[in-house]
C-alpha cells in the first residue's frame, strides 16, 4: 500500500503517455497522492484535464505560471514528493536530465529535486539503443536515478524491441519497492534466468526444461527489499516479475552480453540454466531432408561460462556472486567443488533428479554452500527460497 505516500508525476511527451493515466488511478487505488505535471509533449499525448480528473488535482504545466509559484514555487514542488516518477521518461528528457538542463518545468523540479527518482523509459527500439541513450542512462544511474523497464514488445511506431514503457503495475511496484527504502535500497543486482535456446537452423533450437520460476521469484524478492535489479531472462514460462528491468535474451552468448552491458553491479545471481553448448556454425537456412536418408550431423561448440566469467573478473567484479548448482549425485560435493572451480562466493545447489520434482515444480531443496560451509535449508516453496535468499543477500552487503 502507499496511503499517504506522495508522488510527483511526470509525464513526458509519448504514446506511451496514456499508460501513465492508468498509472495515476493504480496508485490512487493504493492511497497515494498524486501531482501530475505534463512536458508541453506530454500534453500532446494526454490532455491536462483528464491528468487533473484522474489525479482528483491541479496539474502543473508552465515554469513561468505565476499562480503556480504564488502558491507553491517550483523548488517546493519537486521537494514536496516522497518519490519523483517520470513516466514515460523519454530520450529527450533523459538527455536533459543526464546534462543538468532546467529548461522547463519538468527539467528543473527533475534538477532540484531532493527525493528519489524512479524512471520509466519509453522509446522506439532505435532511439533506445542509440549510443547517446545508452550513455545517458549509464550517467543517470550514476546519479542514483532508478528505472524500470523498458520491456521489449511490438511498439506503436510497428517496430519490435526494447522501448516500450513498462506496464503500470509494474512501475507501481518499483514505486512501492522505491519507496519501502528496503535494506537493498541502493544496490544494484543483476539475475540470470530461464533455458537459453541455441539456434540449429532459423526455426529449430536446443533447449531445457528451466522454467525460470525460481529466477523470477528471486528478481522478485530482491526488487521487494528496495534493490534496482536487472533481469536477464532466456525465454522462460514462467510470468516476469515485477518492479525490474527485464533484459530478455535468447542464447548464452547473448546472456553473456546482456550481463556485462549491465554491470557493474553490487550483486549477480545467476539462475539461468545456461545451455553449455551451442551448434560450432548454426545453419542459416532451414536444413531440409536430401531424400537419401542420411541424418544430419551436429557439430557443437562450448558456450562461455557466464557465471565463472563474472567471478572471475579482475576488475569491477560484484561484491558478492551468487550461483546455482543443479546436482543428480553426490549434491553437496559436486557442489562445493563447483564453487571453487568457477570462484564464485554462493552456490545454491538443489538435487535434480526426477523423484524430487524440483525441476519444473513450485518446490526447491536448496543448500548453501559458501566458504565457510554448507547449510541445508529445509524443503519450501520456490518463492519462499526467493525471499530468504534475498534477505540473506542484503545481510551480506549491508
Ligand atoms: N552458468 C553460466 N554460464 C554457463 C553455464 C552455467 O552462467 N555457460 C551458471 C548457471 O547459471 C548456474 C551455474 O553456472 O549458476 C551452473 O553451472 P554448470 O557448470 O552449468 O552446472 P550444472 O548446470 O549444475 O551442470 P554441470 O554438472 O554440467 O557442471
Known amino acids: 500500500m502507499l496511503t499517504g505516500r506522495r508522488i510527483l508525476l511526470i509525464i513526458g511527451g509519448g504514446i506511451a503517455a496514456f499508460k501513465s ?3 495515476i488511478r493504480r496508485l490512487r487505488e493504493r492511497g497515494a497522492a498524486v501531482t501530475p505535471v505534463l512536458t508541453p509533449a506530454g500534453a500532446e499525448f494526454v490532455t491536462p484535464l483528464s491528468a487533473s480528473a484522474l ?39 533523459m538527455a536533459k536530465m543526464a546534462a543538468g538542463l532546467a529548461n522547463d518545468l519538468a527539467s528543473t523540479l527533475l534538477l532540484a529535486t531532493d527525493k528519489a527518482v524512479l524512471a520509466a523509459p519509453a522509446m522506439n527500439v532505435r ?19 532508478l528505472f524500470v523497464g523498458p520491456d521489449e514488445g511490438d511498439m506503436a511506431c510497428g517496430e519490435y524491441g526494447p522501448g516500450r514503457m513498462a506496464e503500470p503495475l509494474a512501475i507501481v511496484a518499483a514505486i512501492e519497492a522505491a519507496l519501502a ?18 539456434p540449429i537452423d ?4 536446443i533447449a531445457n526444461r528451466s522454467s525460470g520460476a525460481q529466477g523470477s521469484a528471486i ?26 528491468q527485464i533484459v530478455a535474451v535468447e542464447t548464452a552468448r547473448e546472456m553473456q ?17 545456461v545451455a553449455d553448448w551451442r551448434m560450432a556454425a548454426a545453419s542459416d537456412h532451414k536444413i531440409k531432408k536430401d531424400g537419401t536418408g542420411s541424418l544430419p550431423v551436429l557439430e557443437f561448440a562450448e558456450n562461455p561460462d557466464i557465471l565463472a566469467g563474472v567471478s572471475q573478473m579482475a576488475e569491477g ?5 551468487v550461483g546455482f548448482a543443479a546436482e543428480t549425485d553426490d549434491v553437496i560435493a559436486n557442489a562445493t567443488a563447483k564453487r571453487k572451480r568457477k570462484g564464485c562466493d554462493w552456490i545454491l545447489a538443489n538435487d535434480v533428479s526426477p523423484v524430487t520434482g524440483i525441476m519444473g515444480g513450485s518446490e526447491n531443496a536448496v543448500t548453501l554452500i559458501s566458504e565457510s560451509g554448507a547449510e541445508t535449508w529445509p524443503r519450501m516453496s520456490k518463492a519462499e527460497v526467493a525471499t530468504r535468499l534475498a534477505a540473506r543477500i542484503a545481510e551480506a552487503l549491508a
Not at 504545466?61 to 521537494?79: K, V
Not at 532459423?202 to 533450437?205: C, D, E, L, S, T
Not at 530482491?222 to 525490474?244: D, H, I, N, W
Not at 550481463?259 to 545471481?269: E, K, M, N, Q, T
Open 55 to 93: 489525479a482528483g488535482t491541479k496539474v502543473y504545466r508552465d515554469l513561468f505560471d505565476l499562480t503556480d509559484e504564488a502558491e507553491m514555487g517550483h523548488i517546493e514542488l519537486s521537494r514536496s514528493a516522497d518519490l519523483v516518477v517520470v513516466a514515460p521518461a523519454t530520450a529527450d528528457l
Open 127 to 145: 532511439m533506445w539503443e542509440h549510443a547517446a541513450t545508452q550513455r545517458n542512462v549509464a550517467t543517470l544511474r550514476g546519479d542514483g536515478i
Open 257 to 273: 552480453a546482456a550481463v556485462a552491458s549491465a554491470l557493474p553491479a553490487d550483486a549477480a545471481v545467476f539462475a539461468a540454466a
Open 181 to 198: 527504502a528496503g535494506p537493498l535500497a541502493g544496490r544494484r543486482v543483476i539475475v540470470t534466468s530461464g533455458p537459453t535456446h541455441e
Open 317 to 321: 567484479r560484484p561484491v558478492l556472486v
Open 21 to 23: 493515466l492508468d498509472l
Open 219 to 244: 528478481a522478485g524478492a530482491l526488487a521487494a527489499l528496495g534493490a534496482e535489479v536487472v533481469f536477464v531472462t532466456g525465454p522462460a514460462s514462467a510470468p516476469m516479475p515485477a518492479g525490474v
Open 202 to 205: 532459423p526455426v529449430r533450437y
